[in-house]
Structures are given as C-alpha cells and as structure tokens.
C-alpha cells in the first residue's frame, strides 16, 4: 500500500521556467510533510517542510504547496536552474516521529 | 559540523551471509533513523533510535536489526542474507529543536548480494 505517491516518474523543464513536483498522499493522519532532493551516490538533501496546520511555505526559489482536502502537495521551483536536475522526493510522517514514508520519486531535468 | 557517515560506502557479500552497517550521526543528534532504498520498491523505512532505544520501526522481517551505543553511534545487521537485500542502505540523524523531523542523511553503503 504505497501511502505517498508520486505520479510523474521525470519532468523536464526549460532552465528559468518553474518547475512543479507533485505528490499525494492517502493517509489522513500525515501531519507533516518534506521534501527532499536526491544526486546519484549521495543520500538525500533536505529542501523544505510544511506542517498541516499551514498551507504554504516558502524558502528562496522552492515553495511548498498543501491542499488537506485533496490530500495533494506539491514543490514550486522559480527559476529552475539546471544544478536543481536531480530526484526529488516527498515525505510524510505522524504525529512528529522520524518514520518518514516517502513518495518513489520524481527526476527533474532542467535544460539550458 | 561534521555530515551524517556511513561506513562502509560499499560492500559485497554473498547469500547466506550476515552484514554489519554503521552509521555515525551529526555531532550532538540523539536519535538515528535507517532507510533501504532499492529501484522497485523506493526508499522504505526500517527502524529508529533513540537514546539507545528503538521508537519505530519498518515492516521487515526479523533478519533487519539495529542498535544504538551511548555515544549514539548506531549499527544495522542484515542475517543470512537473500539476493533481494541488494539496496542502498541510508542512515538518517536528527534532534529536537532543528526542526520538525528534519532528518539529515548520509551517503548510504550500497550492499550488492551475490
């Protein structure tokens, strides 16, 4: 039962275009959510977070979106810049424990 | 301040065999998470610690195990090992007051089972 999706396998974008990671979850008890961005060889890289109890957060170019009745986020980037090309991945825990389920990942490729 | 290590970064063993994988946390984090990440199943949790205390843990079988020393230093043990074990194996550390759940990775130790 994959509790947090990620639908989009890639997405490839124009360098200064946004770019728009999606995610959805099913598990209504998620009261916290992150987002993290994976290189080849290296382990993930903490990006951004938002609690349930916000809609929005919003660091620099990266921007966290969160919809609780559609049970849907998503990360805005703008303006994509091709060092952001990697896999990004969403998160979720319950009730602050470090037991993070995550989504199976996004590849960004951003193109000159 | 020191990353999030791992050790080792790479390893191979065979069926059958028993692996021991370490993990050294940010200086001053208490409480050190383990994660499998393999190409069809994701990245997947498999247990934390704390305080030399396991708090959560993953749905693997029993051949999955951790531990946590004082200096929370934390070890994961994988007994007779199947092909399917083949992963990167990451450590995450974290501590209250960084932040909700802002966990902090290493670079894994890729385990390669013949």
């Known amino acids: 039962d994959q509790q947090v999706k990620q639908n989009s396998p890639s997405l490839s974008v124009q360098e200064g275009r946004i770019s728009i990671l999606n995610c959805d979850y099913t598990n209504s008890m998620f009261d916290y959510f992150l987002w993290y961005k994976k290189y080849p060889a290296e382990g993930p890289t903490f990006l951004i977070s938002i609690s349930s109890i916000k809609d929005k957060n919003e660091d620099g170019r990266f921007t966290v979106f969160l919809n609780k009745s559609a049970k849907h986020l998503s990360l805005h980037i703008v303006p994509s810049q091709p060092g952001d090309s990697a896999v990004y991945f969403c998160a979720a825990s319950v009730g602050g424990t470090d037991k993070l389920i995550f989504g199976t990942g996004t590849r960004l490729q951003v193109f000159p | 301040k020191a990353g999030v290590t791992q050790t080792p970064r790479y390893l191979i063993k065979t069926r059958g065999q028993q692996v021991t994988l370490s993990c050294s946390p940010i200086?001053?984090?208490?409480?050190v998470s383990w994660y499998q990440q393999t190409p069809g199943q994701g990245l997947q949790f498999l247990f934390e610690?704390?305080?030399?205390?396991?708090?959560n843990k993953g749905n693997f079988p029993g051949r999955f195990s951790g531990r946590q020393f004082s200096n929370s230093r934390s070890e994961m043990n994988v007994s007779t090992l199947e092909l399917g074990d083949s992963a990167l194996y990451l450590c995450?550390?974290?501590?209250?007051?960084?932040?909700?759940?802002?966990?902090?990775f290493g670079p894994g130790t890729r385990l390669t089972v013949l």
């Open positions: 610690y704390f305080s030399e205390t396991q708090r």
């Open positions: 200086s001053g984090h208490r409480s």
């Open positions: 995450a550390s974290s501590s209250p007051g960084l932040g909700y759940n802002e966990q902090f």
